[in-house]
């Protein structure tokens, strides 16, 4: 079994930077593509950054130039910078990831319990 831990959420003003982290931990062999999601209020859950073993990114439209994704790998770790953020930016953040238990396991998607962001002045 795997766990994801997030943290760094919290109320910031509009124009303001949060850094989120997210931290897995268990049984963990390789940890392959990582992600973060959120949901904001009334609104369906939307793949906001991802990040491959390798470090290739992508992002969604809406964060680009303003949100960067990183990872290291030897402490199981994706982070997530946001800066210029926006009251629509506001949402619970959820971090997600793929991960190979041993050598020969299949590949199994887990989820963190999520981090709200609040952009508000």
């Known amino acids: 079994q795997v766990q994801l831990v997030e943290s760094g959420g919290g109320l910031v003003q509009p124009g303001g930077s949060l850094r989120l982290s997210c931290a897995a931990s268990?049984?963990?062999?390789?940890?392959?593509?990582m992600r973060w999601y959120r949901q904001g209020p009334g609104k369906e859950r939307e793949l906001v950054a991802a990040?491959?073993?390798?470090?290739?990114?992508s992002y969604v439209d809406s964060v680009k130039g303003r949100f960067t994704i990183s990872r290291d790998n030897a402490k199981n770790t994706v982070l997530l910078q946001m800066n210029s953020l926006k009251p629509e930016d506001t949402a619970v953040y959820y971090c997600?990831?793929?991960?190979?238990?041993?050598?020969?396991?299949?590949?199994?998607?887990?989820w963190g319990q999520g981090t709200q962001v609040t952009v508000s002045s």
């Open positions: 997600n990831t793929d991960v190979a238990s041993s050598p020969s396991s299949f590949l199994q998607q887990y």
């Open positions: 268990g049984r963990i062999f390789s940890i392959y593509t």
């Open positions: 990040i491959g073993y390798g470090g290739a990114t």
